[in-house]
């Protein structure tokens, strides 16, 4: 008696063609993940340039950079973001920016529609390891200093990938980028620190 062994020759088939499928499916899902997280930083990082030429352009037209906040977040350097989006600053020509605020009008914090909030800090040329630290912000006294722009809500993944894309390593603590806990901060432009106070 014979036996026909088409049967069985069709499953290996299909089994070899479903393995082919599998391993292109996860190539394409590796690659389109990729694709996604380059996507984000991209756009993040672009957000963040605007929110430095805001800056720039707030300067240029008043005169001056958005104050210190009254709030607890001046205590760290904390400015204003929020005169960005509405001031009665002679010469303002804003908003500057199109993102909205929800919270206080003078805490410096601004929402974003995908991540926590966005601050912005005056910050002394140094070392530090968080935007929260008052030892870090700008004073009279300091050699130079910078705002900083922070996004807070960003995964860790993300912040290392922003900082490779911005100083091509994972310093957290130095360069353009730093970050801690959910907060990565960008540098942005020179920050008069004659306007900063003295202690």
Known sequence: MKFKSKGALFGLDARVALAIFGVLSIITGTALYKSFQEASVTAILAEMNNINKAFTNYLIDTGTYPKISPDANGSNGGLKIEELITSSMKNWDGPYISLTDNWSDTDGILEHPTYNNITAYSKADMLWSSPFSSSTKCLLTSDTCFIYICYNGITENMKKLLDIKI???????????????????????????NLAPSS
């Open 167 to 193: 100083d091509g390593t994972t310093s957290a603590q130095a360069g353009n980028f730093r970050y801690s806990a959910s907060v990565g901060c960008k540098k942005g432009i020179n920050y008069d620190k």
